[in-house]
T-cell receptor, first 116, second 112 residues
Framework: AQKITQTQPGMFVQEKEAVTLDCTYD???????LFWYKQPSSGEMIFLIY??????QNATEGRYSLNFQKARKSANLVISASQLGDSAMYFC?????????????FGAGTRLFVKA | NAGVTQTPKFQVLKTGQSMTLQCAQD?????MYWYRQDPGMGLRLIYY???????DKGEVPNGYNVSRLNKREFSLRLESAAPSQTSVYFC???????????FGSGTQLSVL
């Protein structure tokens, strides 16, 4: 069954340091996509980064990178050089393609606090 | 560029009342979704529509119905609202591939 797990309810990081947010997933679909979203206190959902199950290289978008370890079924988000504006909830999500018909589910989220 | 538009933004219902949340997207996306987010929690999928003319249950479909009216519009109906349905509801749309979903701004629903 499709499942996303984020085991870190909250994380603290010092400004300008790097931080890793954990995400593990489970699926029987060989074709899937993994996403990370940011939700600031204002409530909107902001797409950050995507990794396809067949992508050979880890995805990167500016200060965001996705550490994709397919055999371990993990898709951790790495934020480099943290900024105060990075304080927010972060959600990992998975979209199944074949069996799920683009069904997309989310993890419970990790709240990141960036300290000055 | 409107993106995904949800209405209403806020709604208060009494137990047993019915209502429909409206969602429209102008990006020509095939897939649309309805999620609910309870305080301090992640998003849970209620229903989704992979393409026009199809709808499927998500993780928490009980108490809800949906209609994919056309490619642009995907509505969510609560037939008999219950306090347990108090939540923030998000509509989203996406296309295949590596683009993330675009989300509406959410509907804050309170059922008293």
């Amino acid at each position: 069954a499709q499942k996303i797990t984020q085991t870190q309810p909250g994380m603290f990081v010092q400004e300008k340091e790097a931080v890793t947010l954990d995400c593990t997933y489970d699926t029987s679909d060989p074709s899937y996509g993994l996403f990370w979203y940011k939700q600031p206190s204002s409530g909107e959902m902001i797409f950050l980064i995507y990794q396809g199950s067949y992508d050979q290289q880890n995805a990167t978008e500016g200060r965001y990178s996705l550490n994709f370890q397919k055999a371990r079924k993990s898709a951790n988000l790495v934020i480099s050089a943290s900024q105060l504006g990075d304080s927010a909830m972060y959600f990992c999500a998975m979209r199944e393609v074949n069996t799920g018909g683009f069904k997309t589910i989310f993890g419970a989220g990790t709240r990141l606090f960036v300290k000055a | 560029n409107a993106g995904v538009t949800q209405t209403p933004k806020f709604q208060v219902l009494k137990t047993g009342q019915s209502m429909t949340l409206q969602c429209a997207q102008d990006m020509n996306h095939n897939s649309m979704y309805w999620y609910r987010q309870d305080p301090g929690m992640g998003l849970r999928l209620i229903y989704y529509s992979a393409s026009e003319g199809t709808t499927d249950k998500g993780e928490v479909p009980n108490g809800y119905n949906v209609s994919r009216l056309n490619k642009r519009e995907f509505s969510l109906r609560l037939e008999s609202a219950a306090p347990s349905q108090t939540s923030v509801y998000f509509c989203a749309s996406s296309e295949a591939g590596g683009l993330g979903a675009f989300f509406g701004s959410g509907t804050q629903l309170s059922v008293l």
